[in-house]
C-alpha cells in the first residue's frame, strides 16, 4: 500500500488534472437525469401486478377503461348553479366527440356531481363536479397535465368565489417532479454551505472545506452524469426522486472520507512529517479503511438489484454508482490534494495536537505515548460495558416499540404542499364527495356468458356496497343511459361484468388499502353469497395496485434484507479477517435502523411505502460504513497495544472524525426535507435520525463497549487481535 501511495502522491498534479477535466468533459457532453427524461410512472409500481392486469382486461372487455389519473375539479362552498353543472355535462361531451378545439388528445371525459346521490358518497349538495379525463395511450404526462389544466383555465366558467382546478395522480406526479427540480439547486447550495461550516469548524481553516467542496463537486458532477446517460441508453426508467437523495448521500459519504483523510493529515504534520511523508503515510493507512467502507455502501446498495419495483432496481445500482465514483475520487483525488497543499490546507491554524489539560492529567503514561484523545463516554463505555450495552439495548428497544404503529401508504397528492393545484383541487372534492371519488376502485368479474346473470350480479353489488369503507357501487344493478356506451358495467360479449366502488377514505391511504384487503379477501365468499362462485374477480385502480405494492415490497424486503446484510458482513469479515465482530456490528447497524423507523413511525404514523426500504439499505449500509473506520483504527492499535488499551485508544481517536463525519452526513440528509413533499421529509427525519443515533450512540459507545466484552474472540479465527501482551511500543498517531 506503500508503494501505491508514493506512486499516488508522485503522480499528485497529473490526478488532479485528469479529475478536472473529467468533470467539466461530463458537464458538458453529458445529460442531466432531468435532460434525459427517463422519470416514470411505471418505475414506482410493479408491471406484472394484478390490478394492472383488472385493468387490462376491463379495458379489452368493455372497449373503454373506466379509471381515469387526471381529473378536474369545480367546488363552490356555496353551491353550484344548473347553468354550472350542466355546463360541465356539455365540456364532458363535447371532449368526448372531439368537439372542443386542440383537445384531441383527450378522448373522453365523464363528469360526476354530487348533486345525487347521499351520504356517505356526498358529503354535500349541488357544490362540486368531477370530471374524468381519459387520454389516448400515446399522450405523455406533460401534455395530459398542460390539456387538463387548459381545460380549467379557458372552459370552465364556474362565479367566484370557487376551486377550479386539476388532481389526480398524474398531475400529482408532475407537480412532485417540478418540485424536485425548483428545490433542487437550494439543496445544493444548503448542503455546500453545510459542509464547509462544518468542516471549516472542525479545522478551523479555509483550504479542508475547500478541498471537500472540491472533491464532492468532482464526484457529483461525473455520477450524476454518467447515470442519467445509462439510463437514457439503456431504455431504464431513473426517477426524478433519484437525484436529492444521490445528491445528499455524495456530499455526505466524499465529505466523511475527506475528513477522514484530513484529519490523520494533519496529525502526521504535527508530528513533524514534512508534507510528502504525510501524505503518503496517510495514504497508505487510510486507503484500506476508506475503500473497505465504500466498498460496503456499494454492495449493501447493489442488492436491490433483486427488487421487485423497477424503482427499487434502479434506485440501488444508481447510488451505488454514485459511491463507486465518490469512493475513487476520495481515494485519489483528495490524497493529491493533500501532497500538493499540505500545511496551507490548515491555515491559519498550524497543524498540532489537539489535547485538554484536564484530558493530559487524566492520561495514563501508556496512553501518553500514543496521545490520544479520550472522551468520557469512551472511558466509561470501556471501563463498564456491560452497563453500556443494556442501556444502549433499552434505548434501542424504546425506539422499536414504534414499529408497532407502523402503516404503509402512498400519499401522493396529500404529500404535495398544501399550495399546490394538485392538493387543492383534492381537498375541494373531499368537501362535496367521499376521497374515494378521486380515485375509484374496478372490479372486474369474468366468465363466459355471466352478464345473463343479472339478479345474481345485483345481489353481488349489494353485498359489496355493505362492506366496511365503502361510500357507493355502481355497477349492473343500474341500467345504463340509453344509447351511451360510456360507463356500460356489461360488456358487450357477454362474459364479463364491472362494478364501479368509491371508498370512504383517502384511496392512497393506510385505511382505504386495508378496507380494499378486506374486501378482497372476503370476495371468494361474497361471491357465494351472491349466486356466482368460480368466477375470476380482480379489482383494478390506485387502491389495489398501491396495496399490492406495498405488499410486493415488504416481499422485497424481506428477501433483500438478508442479502444486504449477507453483503456487508461479507465485506466487514474479509477486511477485518473475522467472523465474530462483523456479527455483532450487523446486528448493531440493524438495530439502528430499527429504531430511527420507529420514532419515524410514531412521528408520521404513515409512511410512504418505498421510504422505509430506501432508509434500511441507506442506514444499515453508512452505518456500516463507520463501522469500517472505527473498527479498522481499533485493529491497527491492537498490533502495537494490548487489546483493553487499543479499544479506548482508537475509539477516542476516532470518535471526533465519527461525530462530526455523522453530524454532516445527518445534516446532509435532512436538508432533502427542503422538497415540500411528504415522502422526502419522511426520508429526511429517518435518516437524520439514524445517522445521529449511529455517530453519538452506536460506534461512540456501544461498539466500543462490545469490542470490550468479545475482547480477542472478536477477531475470531484470524489473530489480529493478538497483538503485544506487555508494554506496548509507542502507536502511530
Not at 502522491?9 to 497529473?14: G, Q, T
Not at 387526471?70 to 347553468?83: I, K, M, Q, W, Y
Not at 353543472?85 to 388528445?105: I, N, W
Amino acid at each position: 500500500m506503500t508503494l501505491i501511495a508514493r506512486g499516488l502522491c508522485r503522480l499528485r498534479w497529473l490526478v488532479l488534472a485528469a479529475w478536472v477535466a473529467g468533470a467539466v468533459l461530463a458537464t458538458t457532453c453529458l445529460p442531466t437525469i432531468e435532460q434525459a427524461n427517463t422519470g416514470a410512472v411505471g418505475a414506482m409500481v410493479p408491471q406484472d401486478a394484478d390490478a394492472i392486469k383488472a385493468e387490462k382486461i376491463s379495458k379489452t372487455q368493455f372497449g373503454f377503461p373506466l379509471l381515469s389519473r387526471t381529473l378536474l375539479v369545480e367546488h363552490r362552498a356555496d353551491g353550484l348553479s344548473l347553468e354550472e353543472q350542466a355546463g360541465a355535462v356539455r365540456l364532458a361531451a363535447a371532449l368526448t366527440r372531439h368537439a372542443v378545439p386542440g383537445f384531441r388528445d383527450v378522448a373522453a371525459a365523464l363528469p360526476v356531481s354530487n348533486a345525487v346521490g347521499g351520504a356517505p358518497f356526498a358529503r354535500q349538495r349541488s357544490t362540486t363536479v368531477v370530471t374524468y379525463l381519459f387520454f389516448r395511450p400515446d399522450v405523455g404526462i406533460s401534455r395530459r397535465v398542460e390539456a387538463a389544466q387548459g381545460l380549467a383555465e379557458h372552459h370552465v366558467h364556474v362565479r367566484e368565489p370557487a376551486v377550479v382546478g386539476v388532481t389526480g395522480q398524474v398531475p400529482a406526479l408532475r407537480a412532485q417532479q417540478q418540485l424536485i427540480i425548483g428545490r433542487l439547486p437550494l439543496i445544493e447550495l444548503a448542503t455546500v454551505l453545510l459542509v464547509a461550516l462544518a468542516v471549516g469548524l472542525r479545522f478551523q481553516a479555509l483550504g479542508a472545506p475547500a478541498l471537500t467542496l472540491g472533491a464532492v463537486a468532482i464526484a457529483y458532477l461525473v455520477s450524476s452524469r454518467v447515470v442519467a446517460l445509462v439510463g437514457e441508453k439503456l431504455d431504464v426508467a431513473v426517477p426524478q426522486e433519484v437525484e436529492p437523495i444521490l445528491v445528499v448521500l455524495l456530499f455526505g459519504v466524499v465529505t466523511d472520507y475527506s475528513i477522514f483523510y484530513l484529519e490523520r493529515f494533519r496529525a502526521l504534520l504535527a508530528e513533524g512529517a514534512d508534507r510528502r511523508q504525510a501524505a503518503v503515510a496517510a495514504t497508505a493507512q487510510l486507503t484500506p479503511i476508506v475503500a473497505a467502507a465504500g466498498i460496503t455502501v456499494i454492495a449493501a446498495t447493489v442488492t436491490l438489484l433483486a427488487a421487485h419495483l423497477q424503482f427499487l432496481r434502479v434506485f440501488g445500482p444508481g447510488l451505488a454508482f454514485a459511491v463507486l465514483v465518490g469512493l475513487v475520487v476520495a481515494l485519489t483525488f483528495v490524497p493529491a490534494c493533500l501532497a500538493i497543499f499540505g500545511r496551507a490546507l490548515y491555515w491559519p491554524r498550524r497543524p498540532a495536537v489537539e489535547l485538554s489539560a484536564q484530558e493530559a492529567a487524566e492520561e495514563t503514561p501508556t496512553e501518553r505515548v500514543g496521545r490520544p484523545r479520550r472522551s468520557r463516554a469512551v472511558r466509561f463505555a470501556c471501563r463498564r460495558p456491560w452497563v453500556t450495552i443494556a442501556a444502549c439495548g433499552l434505548l434501542l428497544a424504546a425506539c422499536c416499540a414504534g414499529l408497532l404503529r407502523l402503516h404503509l401508504a402512498n400519499p401522493a397528492i396529500r404529500g404535495l404542499p398544501s399550495g399546490s393545484e394538485p392538493r387543492q383541487a383534492y381537498e375541494a372534492a373531499a368537501r362535496g364527495f367521499a376521497p374515494g371519488i378521486l380515485s375509484p376502485t374496478v372490479l372486474v368479474v369474468s366468465a363466459p356468458g355471466i352478464t345473463s346473470r343479472r339478479g345474481a350480479l345485483a345481489r353481488l353489488q349489494r353485498l359489496l356496497a355493505r362492506q366496511r369503507g365503502v361510500a357507493l357501487v355502481l355497477g349492473p344493478g343500474q341500467q345504463p343511459v340509453p344509447g351511451v356506451r360510456f360507463g356500460a358495467t356489461l360488456s358487450g360479449t357477454g362474459d364479463a361484468a364491472r362494478y364501479f366502488v368509491v371508498l370512504r377514505e383517502d384511496p392512497l391511504g393506510a385505511r382505504a388499502i386495508e378496507d380494499l384487503r378486506r374486501m378482497r379477501s372476503r370476495l371468494p365468499r361474497l361471491l357465494e353469497r351472491a349466486g356466482i362462485a368460480g368466477v375470476d374477480a380482480m379489482f383494478a385502480g390506485d387502491t389495489a395496485l398501491t396495496a399490492e405494492t406495498i405488499d410486493k415490497t415488504i416481499a422485497d424486503l424481506g428477501r433483500i434484507a438478508p442479502l444486504t446484510l449477507a453483503a456487508i458482513f461479507l465485506v466487514l469479515a474479509i477486511f477485518l479477517r473475522a467472523l465474530v465482530a462483523p456479527l455483532y456490528l450487523v446486528a448493531a447497524s440493524a438495530l439502528t435502523f430499527a429504531a430511527a423507523l420507529g420514532i419515524g413511525a410514531l412521528i408520521f404514523g404513515e409512511l410512504t411505502y418505498y421510504v422505509p426500504f430506501a432508509s434500511a439499505v441507506l442506514l444499515v449500509s453508512l452505518g456500516s460504513d463507520y463501522n469500517v473506520f472505527l473498527i479498522g483504527r481499533i485493529w491497527q492499535e491492537a498490533a502495537v497495544r494490548p487489546l483493553h488499551e487499543a479499544v479506548p485508544v482508537a475509539s477516542a481517536r476516532a470518535a471526533k472524525a465519527i461525530t462530526v463525519a455523522g453530524l454532516v452526513l445527518a445534516g446532509s440528509f435532512a436538508l432533502i426535507a427542503l422538497i415540500p413533499v411528504r415522502a422526502f421529509t419522511e426520508l429526511a427525519v429517518i435518516m437524520a435520525i439514524g445517522l445521529l443515533l449511529d455517530a453519538l450512540v452506536i460506534r461512540t459507545v456501544l461498539v466500543p463497549a462490545l469490542v470490550t466484552v468479545f475482547g480477542r474472540a472478536s477477531g475470531w479465527p484470524g489473530r489480529r487481535l493478538h497483538g503485544p501482551a506487555s508494554e506496548p511500543v509507542p502507536a502511530a498517531r
